[in-house]
């Protein structure tokens, strides 16, 4: 059974950049049977999608953050990883990793880690 | 862009029926997803493709898709239902998940 943990700093300064990482068990990043993808919740708002990876072509990222985000596979340690740049406090909030089907579905969460943005 | 547009709450006792809609233009023709999300917890898929239970999602769960509106159909409420749900879509050009801004649902 796959299961996914996120992991990475609670806490990030503004300007700076926020670095996730989650880590994949019982199955292999390159195995091609889920986009890894990342969703992220602010406090009191709902859900937003930030962007996912497969394991061939470019990742797809929300437009909206698209300009600050990265997303890459580390087959080597079977993880995936979210870079977001220039962070503000708006980027405050609980970050999710899921593997997704093509359509964005997904019945594989990670447990979330809460990141908040201050100095 | 494209935007989903919920409910923000939708109330209902318990046993009878709640109805959750998602509108968008032409959501008719995309496939939609559900999501019930409690606090403390990962999002969970109640619905997937319009109308698909994924396994271990009761019956009670359904959903239609049709013209500018899909709707999350939640037969028999249960207190443990209470949660927020979020409809999904994927949309092309560029490629990209989107989220309606979820519903919360209380049960009386």
């Known amino acids: 059974q796959v299961q996914l943990q996120e992991s990475g700093p609670g806490l990030v300064t503004p300007s700076q950049t926020l670095s996730l990482t989650c880590t994949v068990s019982?199955?292999?990043?390159?195995?091609?049977?889920?986009?890894w993808t990342w969703v992220r919740q602010p406090a009191g708002k709902g859900l937003e999608w930030v962007g996912r990876?497969?394991?061939?072509?470019?990742?797809n990222y929300n437009p909206s953050l698209k300009s600050r985000v990265t997303i890459s596979l580390d087959t080597s340690k079977n993880q995936f990883s979210l870079k977001l740049r220039s962070v503000t406090a708006a980027d405050t909030a609980m970050y999710y990793c899921?593997?997704?089907?093509?359509?964005?579905?997904?019945?594989?969460w990670g447990q979330g880690t809460l990141v908040s943005v201050s100095s | 862009s494209y935007v989903l547009t919920q409910p923000p709450s939708v109330s209902v006792a318990p046993g009878k029926t709640a109805k959750i809609t998602c509108g968008g233009n032409n959501i008719g023709s995309k496939s939609v997803h559900w999501y019930q999300h409690k606090p403390g917890q990962a999002p969970k898929l109640v619905i997937l493709?319009?109308?698909d239970r994924p396994s271990g999602i009761p019956d009670r769960f359904s959903g239609s898709n049709s013209g500018n509106t899909a709707t999350l159909t939640i037969n028999r409420v249960e207190a443990g239902d209470e949660a927020d749900y979020y409809c999904?879509?994927?949309?092309?050009?560029?490629?990209?998940?989107?989220f309606g801004g979820g519903t919360k649902l209380t049960v009386l």
């Open positions: 493709n319009d109308s």
């Open positions: 899921a593997g997704a089907t093509y359509y964005g579905d997904s019945t594989l």
């Open positions: 990876v497969y394991t061939s072509g470019s990742p």
């Open positions: 999904q879509v994927w949309h092309s050009s560029p490629d990209h998940v989107i």
């Open positions: 019982g199955g292999s990043v390159s195995s091609g049977l889920f986009y």
